[in-house]
């Protein structure tokens, strides 16, 4: 089992930033890529960027390429999204979530934290 748990939420004024934090627990960290995942009201949670275990490789999605960036730290064992230029629509819950699967694959992800919210006004 690996616990998940976000931080870094909040509100923000568009084109602000805001940097969430996901601290892991319980299994070899370094064993999982790690992904982050959004979901808003009314639609499907979507993988939003993924790295792989050693960070070597990234994922990004269309809507947030050029804008977010996703990172690791093996030895505290957290995954970061900075989050630049943010827009209304970048307004979701974001969850952080591990798998021992593709890190670019939105299935197969098995651990999530609680999600923490983040609300983008214009």
């Known amino acids: 089992q690996v616990q998940l748990v976000e931080s870094g939420g909040g509100l923000v004024q568009a084109g602000g930033s805001l940097r969430l934090s996901c601290a892991a627990s319980?299994?070899?960290?370094?064993?999982?890529?790690m992904g982050w995942f959004r979901q808003a009201p009314g639609k499907e949670r979507e993988l939003s960027a993924s790295?792989?275990?050693?960070?070597?490789?990234?994922y990004y999605a269309d809507s947030v390429k050029g804008r977010f960036t996703i990172s690791r730290d093996n030895a505290k064992n957290t995954v970061y999204l900075q989050m630049n230029s943010l827009k209304p629509e970048d307004t979701a819950v974001y969850y952080c979530?591990?798998?021992?699967?593709?890190?670019?694959?939105?299935?197969?992800?098995?651990?999530w934290g609680q999600g923490t919210q983040v609300t983008v006004s214009s």
């Open positions: 319980g299994r070899t960290f370094s064993n999982y890529n």
């Open positions: 979530a591990a798998t021992r699967g593709t890190y670019y694959i939105r299935l197969g992800y098995d651990y």
């Open positions: 790295i792989s275990r050693n960070g070597g490789s990234t």
